[in-house]
Nanobody, 119 residues
Framework: QVRLVESGGGLVQPGGSLRLSCAAS????????MGWYRQAPGKERELVAV???????NYGDAVKGRFTISRDNAKNTVYLQMNSLKPEDTAVYYC?????????????WGQGTQVTVSS
């Protein structure tokens, strides 16, 4: 059974920084892609950033230049460094992992961690 466990959310003032972590566990689990999505109240879930096992990254337009995703493949852990945070970054952040096994795609989600940006 694959499990994604997020940590690092919390309350931060505008302009501040936070670092999220997501550790994936499971027998022989080696995700092709790991990343972060977020969902604010009343809004749809949106892409924050994703990272492939090869190190390729993709960011949502709202966070480009402020957030950085990184990944430790040996630990099956993905990190999200969030700088210059804005009130509109307030949301529940969800870790996501995708693995492809014999042409089948499996997608997993964490339970979410709250990030609140407020003075």
């Amino acid at each position: 059974q694959v499990r994604l466990v997020e940590s690092g959310g919390g309350l931060v003032q505008p302009g501040g920084s936070l670092r999220l972590s997501c550790a994936a566990s499971g027998s022989a689990f080696s995700p092709n892609t790991m990343g972060w999505y977020r969902q604010a109240p009343g809004k749809e879930r949106e892409l924050v950033a994703v990272c492939t096992s090869g190190g390729s990254t993709n960011y949502g337009d709202a966070v480009k230049g402020r957030f950085t995703i990184s990944r430790d493949n040996a630990k099956n852990t993905v990190y999200l460094q969030m700088n210059s945070l804005k009130p509109e970054d307030t949301a529940v952040y969800y870790c996501n992992a995708i693995t492809i096994v014999i042409a089948h795609t499996y997608e997993y989600w964490g339970q979410g961690t709250q990030v609140t940006v407020s003075s």
